[in-house]
């Protein structure tokens, strides 16, 4: 019999995002020795490649904001508020939602400071291209990076890519999309500097300016509110949510004509501004993506999928490892979000079995790839759960006697 290969890391991430950090922080904590892959050059997810630059779900929807989310997020928010980010709740006046607004080139550092302080061993430019396992464990991946191929065997494996890639190169059945196999649209938010900040931003002008504009307009936006906006923390920049597009399937040629579409509408936009809405007359685009806002690509199958009752009831369970709080955001219709408010107390329980792999013992979901249903996905694929499941993932991971164990364990460690 060959003798099982000695581990070159007890953890390994894909996934450099929020759910990712979570799962190494979370990790490394428990005494793991942990490696964290990611594709881009710096980490952050959506915050620093889409121009998200907002935590949401680290607070419940309500008069006066309630957080749910702390463990190793507060490893992160500490940092930022070392690199000048104020990382207060601030109330949305378009969803009144409670978000943390953030400025990206903060993001990247502090991700780089808080992962190194804890041990993470971190390669970016980096991804799965492949993955040996046997039929319930995974034994090791092949990263793809810039000196070429190599073979990591660890203990325990945590998808957090967001788009379910380490998942699909295991072998994991995965849904796309809905039930139906519909996607949410895509976000394409971009800032803007060189606007009058002695004047305020004028709604009713821009949502006249793109009634106008809506008539032969090549990027008419589905938004008839004037978008989400707000300003950028120690910039003065404008951050704008404008443009949403719909995305028929996950080819690279859909997503190709997302990102050509989100360019052109944004300079279409910002010329609109300058043209039409007062103080925005030296407006100009400071930035895009790098990439467009992906809201949902594919589900990987888990051992328990949270449900839309799940969150709409509040529901609390004994064998909860991290809390929704964000309201059932729902974005098949490009434009028009439709938001659920989640019931009970105000946050609903997930369960660690949400983010166990459905027949493979040690592979782990965090963030976006958790096991979850169309309407409870539409609550917990902020960013600011993505820290928790991704804790959760972590610590799990890294738990001894992992399999039927890993549950009991997560416990003790929690």
Known sequence: MMAKPESDYDVVIAGGGAGGVGAALGAAQSGARVLLVEKYGFLGGA???AQVLAYCGFYQQ????????????????????????????????????????LEPEAVKLALDRVLAAQGVDVLLHTRVAAVTRTSDRIEAVTLAGMDGRTRVVAEAFVDATGDANLSLVAGIPCRTGDTNGNLQAISAPIRIAGRD?????????????????????RWPSARDDGGIYTEVPNTGEMWWMMFDHPMPDLSSASFSTAERAAREAAHDYVALLRSDVPGFENAYLVQTGPQIGIRESRHPAARYELTGEDIATGRQRDDEVAKAAWPMEDHTVPGQPIYTPVGGTGCASIPLDALRAKGVDNLYFAGRTIGADPMAYASIRVMGTAFATGEAA??????????MGAQQEWRKLG
Not at 68 to 91: H, I, K, T, W, Y
Not at 201 to 215: C, G, L, P, Q, T
Not at 394 to 403: D, I, K, L, N, Y
């Open 47 to 49: 915050a620093t490649n």
């Open 62 to 101: 309500g008069p006066e904001p309630i957080k749910v989310v702390g463990g190793v997020a507060d490893l992160v928010l500490d940092e930022l508020r070392n690199l000048g980010l104020d990382c207060a709740p601030f109330q949305s006046p378009t969803t009144l939602n409670w978000i943390i607004l």
């Open 197 to 217: 900040r002695s004047q305020p931003i004028d709604r009713e002008a821009i949502k006249a300016a793109f009634a106008r504009y809506r008539r032969n307009g």
């Open 394 to 403: 972590g610590r799990a991971a890294a738990a001894p006697g992992q399999g």
